[in-house]
């Protein structure tokens, strides 16, 4: 029986660490599991999107054939990434459903409107910052972040940098992927109407009452959730 291949696309405005528990609950598992970092290719000046995109298909090996799985706003890179590399299925995890094909940008208007009242001359304010209603801080994760994995609140802010105010002009233009295989996570209710649109296509859904930062956070419960979708797909 051939190895499952896990491809974890993050959200570009945080870094590896915002999986990571996922990813090493997943090895534990017996799968593969391939982390892209364009934050390393990039260590200065961050690219325009474009070449952020273009340093993630020659970071993943092509066999076994990869399961490419989006989180957060990765699910726009992992939907222009799949169809390039041979994709066997894709997983989006608690982010936007991109369209079909065309140019799709990084963020969501209600984002990008939050964000450009915040932008200043060196740029967006990290994700952390994102969030300026402590309400919000349950729900978005970093609250449970702090009590639970005390160990990932500095990686995961020394990977937080300030991208180019132009990022939020810019697209990608997405290949056709709507005949791959692909199954939707929900993880906070920010994304409730994204869960309801992927039943409405008959795609297989889980649902996990957590917080948008829950890959950090529960990486065992999100790395089953992940595989009990795979297991769903027909591929």
């Known amino acids: 029986m051939e190895m499952t291949h896990f491809v974890l696309i993050t959200g570009p405005f945080v870094g590896r660490s915002s999986m990571l528990d996922t990813a090493e609950a997943l090895r534990r598992s017996g799968s593969m599991v391939t982390e892209p970092n364009p934050h390393l290719d990039h260590p200065d000046a961050i690219p325009p999107l474009q070449d952020w995109a273009d340093t993630l298909p020659p970071a993943i090996p092509r066999g076994p ?133 992927a039943e409405k296509r008959r795609w297989p859904v889980q649902r996990i009452d957590g917080s948008h930062l829950h890959p950090a956070i529960m990486g065992t419960e999100t790395a089953g959730a992940l595989m009990a979708l795979a297991g769903e797909l027909e591929f």
């Not at 990765?74 to 140019?103: E, H, Q, Y």
């Not at 978005?140 to 802010?157: E, F, K, Q, Y």
């Not at 697209?171 to 709507?178: A, V």
């Open 65 to 197: 054939a990869p399961i490419v799985v989006g989180y957060s706003a990765g699910t726009v890179l992992a939907t222009w990434l799949a169809p390039r590399i041979g994709a066997s299925a894709l997983l989006l995890v608690d982010g936007d459903i991109p369209p079909a094909s065309g140019p799709c940008p990084i963020l969501p208007e209600r984002v990008v409107s939050l964000l450009r009242r915040r932008a200043g001359a060196d740029g967006l304010p990290r994700w952390s910052d994102w969030w300026t209603d402590l309400s919000m801080e349950e729900e978005i994760g970093l609250a449970p972040l702090a009590r639970n994995r005390p160990d990932l609140v500095d990686p995961m802010s020394r990977e937080e940098r300030r991208f180019p105010t132009d990022w939020l002009d810019q697209t990608l233009d997405l290949t056709d992927w709507s005949d791959i295989p692909t199954g939707y996570l929900r993880l906070s209710r920010f994304f409730d109407e994204q869960a309801s649109e």
